[in-house]
């Protein structure tokens, strides 16, 4: 796969070209060091994933993610950062990004870019556990969603939110890849939503803290 490294530290740039290189299947095309340059990179490379860091000079990764993701909505950017704050993350996820991970074990990075190449999401262990309370209720004051969602789409629903792919899915549910891929497409037309990051989001702002959907 090709990625694309944005970094302010050109330490952390350089290690991490070097340790996801030596893996064997993975290319760093191109490292940067602000987000204007990721949005650059982006446009001259068109990468598999960009890899970035939020807290940047002139330009954030969160600014250059919505700005690429604008330009090219089939993007996947993964965010790597020493930044755990919840308005980071809920605007990391909000705007499609397709995983949020904690600088702090490099071993990590190499299988995640694989998970995000294979359509899934990807948080870190820091990251998972905060996600259910990281969504508040004040766009409806808590009360019913007006959505109408079959047991069987609230079950893929809850397994997408779990990171699990097609595959995965169609195998704790023992329906066939094509048949969830349906079912999602019929779940992202009904809840307005683009991807399934977006889709993961909707499970733990509207359903994981226990708001009723009317079925």
Do not use: W
Not at 3 to 8: A, C, H, Q, T
Not at 13 to 27: F, N, P, R, V
Not at 144 to 162: D, F, G
Request: glycine content about 8%; overall charge negative.
């Amino acid at each position: 796969m090709r990625v694309v490294v944005i970094d302010d530290d050109r330490f952390v740039c350089t290690s991490l070209k070097i340790i996801l290189e030596a893996e064997g299947d993975i290319q760093v095309e191109a490292t940067g060091t602000e987000g204007e340059e990721a949005v650059q990179l982006c446009r001259k490379l068109r990468p598999d994933i960009m890899l970035m860091d939020i807290q940047m000079p002139e330009m954030s990764g969160l600014e250059a993610g919505r700005q690429i993701l604008q330009e090219f909505p089939d993007m996947k950017i993964l965010f790597l950062t020493t930044f755990s704050d919840k308005e980071y993350i809920v605007e990391a996820l909000s705007m499609g990004a397709k995983g949020y991970l904690i600088k702090q074990n490099t071993e990590t990075v190499a299988p995640a870019l694989r998970a995000v190449m294979s359509g899934q999401n990807v948080f870190g262990d820091e990251i998972v556990t905060k996600l259910p309370g990281l969504m508040s209720h004040k766009e409806d004051g808590g009360g019913n969603v007006p959505y109408t969602l079959k047991p069987r789409e609230l079950e893929i629903i809850s397994l997408v939110a779990e990171g699990l792919s097609n595959r995965e899915i169609s195998g704790r549910l023992y329906l066939s890849e094509g048949t969830v891929r349906n079912y999602l497409s019929t779940i992202l037309e009904k809840l307005e939503l683009r991807d399934r990051t977006q889709l993961a989001v909707f499970y733990y702002k509207k359903l994981k803290n226990g708001m009723s959907v009317n079925q």
